[in-house]
């Protein structure tokens, strides 16, 4: 079935209405009609092709929330009506070990994306939330807690994930003192998760201004890497960094920080860093660890966390047809924290194309 949507035909083209076939319901298949849609700045990567692996045309979108319409005949987790999300994930080989350990982001066949990735039904791209609807196998829809505002559970299905499953990976909790490097839609997700989790919470960044924000995000300190006597004060106290700068940068600094065992993860930048001082590491028993997204069983503890604390992201809204001009602000780094795009202005054609 066709049904609207915005789309990217090469690197250089802006967003603009494109109409693209959905998979008619399976037995085992969950339609949802998109109500919301958040702007992940890997929307932006794929759709421009900065990783040199966009399929085109490119329907990007990952943070899906939405209202189910229809199921499958073999489906009995989910009934029309039911408020679900919908993440990076669309489906995996489910026999490999990461798939058996519920990590399907490492599925070793390589996992199926939202977008971007082969669809394993109709063939060509996979195409993502920036559309009226979505229709996914039933393992792969995430259950929303009806205590939240669905605009801002969007953007947990990536950058909650991403920074929710390090902190439980690594058993982030009382006691703890955290570091969360970089205040932005990845930072400000992990300045409230580790706080939530009881961590002592110190949000580590270059402006001074993002101080009063912080404290109110749930930061017990902040401190400013730039500040030579501050990261001094700091140094070899720190259990648990989270990385979450988005490009290549010194990491020296930030290891100094770590005290002896104590790791830090990058979630932020897929580039090459400076080079890495090995003294850093080893006179410390130190460790640089990665991380990706969480599995599904793992996104639903994240969405159930968030749930009974009461966690969003912080959201704008912005429409469809304004979605062009959001991404420029995104690649500026003016939105506070992330972008959502209300689907209802596609479904009934508000605002210019």
Request: glycine share 14%.
């Amino acid at each position: 079935m066709t049904v609207r949507a915005y789309a990217a035909q090469s690197p250089d083209d802006a967003l603009s209405p494109f109409g693209i076939e959905r998979r008619e319901v399976g037995a085992r298949d969950v339609a949802i009609e998109i109500d919301y849609c958040g702007i992940c700045h890997s929307d932006i990567h794929f759709a421009r092709n900065d990783w040199g692996n966009a399929a085109y045309p490119a329907v990007p979108g990952h943070e899906i929330v939405g209202r189910v319409t229809k199921v499958g005949a073999e489906v009995e987790g989910f009934a029309p009506g039911d408020l679900v999300g919908v993440g990076c994930l669309v489906q995996s080989c489910r026999h490999c070990s990461a798939c058996e350990d519920h990590e399907e982001q490492y599925c070793e066949q390589g996992p199926v994306m939202t977008y971007g990735s082969t669809d394993p039904v109709l063939g060509g791209p996979t195409f993502g939330g920036y559309a009226e609807s979505i229709v996914v196998r039933e393992d792969f829809v995430l259950r929303v807690p009806g205590n939240l505002d669905p605009k801002g559970v969007a953007p947990l299905l990536c950058a909650g994930i991403t920074t929710f499953s390090p902190l439980r990976h690594w058993k982030v909790g009382p006691g703890d003192k955290v570091g969360v490097i970089g205040l932005g839609g990845l930072g400000h997700m992990g300045v409230k998760f580790a706080a939530a989790m009881g961590a002592h919470v110190v949000m580590i960044t270059t402006s001074p201004e993002k101080a009063e924000d912080a404290e109110r995000l749930g930061a017990h300190e902040v401190l400013v890497s730039k500040d030579r006597a501050q990261m001094k004060a700091h140094r070899n106290s720190f259990d648990f960094l989270l990385n979450t700068v988005p490009v290549g940068h010194d990491l020296n600094g930030y290891l100094s920080l770590l005290r002896r065992n104590g790791t830090m993860v990058i979630v932020g930048a897929i580039e090459p860093f400076d080079g890495v001082h090995s003294g850093g590491l080893v006179a410390g028993r130190k460790r640089i660890a990665g991380s990706l997204i969480g599995g599904l069983k793992e996104t639903q503890e994240m969405l159930d966390f968030c749930g009974e604390h009461g966690i969003v992201s912080d959201v704008e809204m912005t429409s469809m047809q304004d979605v062009n001009a959001a991404w420029d602000r995104v690649v500026a780094g003016d939105v506070h924290y992330r972008f959502v795009i209300d689907m209802a202005s596609l479904r009934e054609g508000q605002g210019q194309a």
